[in-house]
């Protein structure tokens, strides 16, 4: 158990739906991240929010939409995606002071797009 | 872009040692870290290095050169429950990790 909690677990969804992921953190971390990680293929960096402030997009395509309420939680919402955007979603929390803090990681998302 | 290179798969039996590498050309850097990630679980973090050298943890150590650009985790004295994927990660700003894509390590008996 890393302090990161990530729901659901497990998702699949049709192109036409629309879903929400979500992510809470209990560490009292003030950045917050989705990352995507698809299979044999390095984590990507989708978005970093840093006191509810989103200060990274990383050319994620629209369907994609995060949304930061708070510190503690941290939504990703889906809409019209591909097949190809099928992967493990992860979230992960830090405190960002002086730099050089880990990340903690949630357990993920597996994403399924029919 | 960011480049991390590390190899795909390595085979060791229990109770030796693995040597995992991971080389790196990113456009900064402000530390190195590697995680551990069990199939269908988190990445956990293992170590962090910002200074040339080896950090020890355990059965577990992590070496730096920043002017090689090159890292690795040592895993000693192996147990079947260090089968997992690892994962070198290059800090190269405030807060943005670029992961390698990792490697899976098999432990056999």
């Known amino acids: 158990e890393t302090g990161v909690t990530q729901t659901p677990r497990h998702l699949v969804m049709g192109m036409t739906n629309k879903k929400s992921l979500k992510c809470e953190q209990h560490l009292g971390h003030n950045a917050m991240y989705w990352y995507k990680q698809s299979a044999k293929k390095p984590l990507e960096l989708m978005f970093v929010y840093n006191f509810k402030e989103q200060t990274e997009n990383n050319s994620v395509p629209s369907r994609f939409s995060p949304e930061c309420p708070n510190s503690s939680h941290l939504f990703l919402h889906l809409h019209t995606l591909q097949p190809e955007d099928s992967a493990l979603y992860l979230c992960?929390?830090?405190?960002?002071?002086?730099?050089?803090?880990?990340?903690?990681f949630g357990p993920g998302t597996r994403l399924t797009v029919t | 872009g960011q480049n991390i290179d590390q190899p795909t798969e390595m085979t060791a039996t229990e109770g030796a040692i693995v040597q995992i590498n991971c080389t790196y050309q990113?456009?900064?850097?402000?530390?190195l870290f590697w995680y551990q990630q069990h199939a269908g679980e988190a990445p956990t973090f293992l170590s962090y290095?910002?200074?040339?050298g080896l950090e020890e943890k355990g059965r577990f150590s992590s070496f730096l050169s920043r002017s090689k650009g090159y890292s690795y985790l040592l895993l000693k004295e192996l147990q079947m429950k260090d089968s997992a994927s690892y994962l070198c990660?290059?800090?190269?700003?405030?807060?943005?990790?670029?992961f390698g894509a990792g490697t899976t390590v098999t432990v056999r008996a």
């Open positions: 290095n910002v200074l040339d």
């Open positions: 990113t456009s900064g850097f402000n530390g």
């Open positions: 992960a929390s830090s405190q960002e002071i002086a730099g050089g803090h880990e990340q903690y």
């Open positions: 990660a290059v800090r190269d700003g405030d807060y943005k990790l670029s």
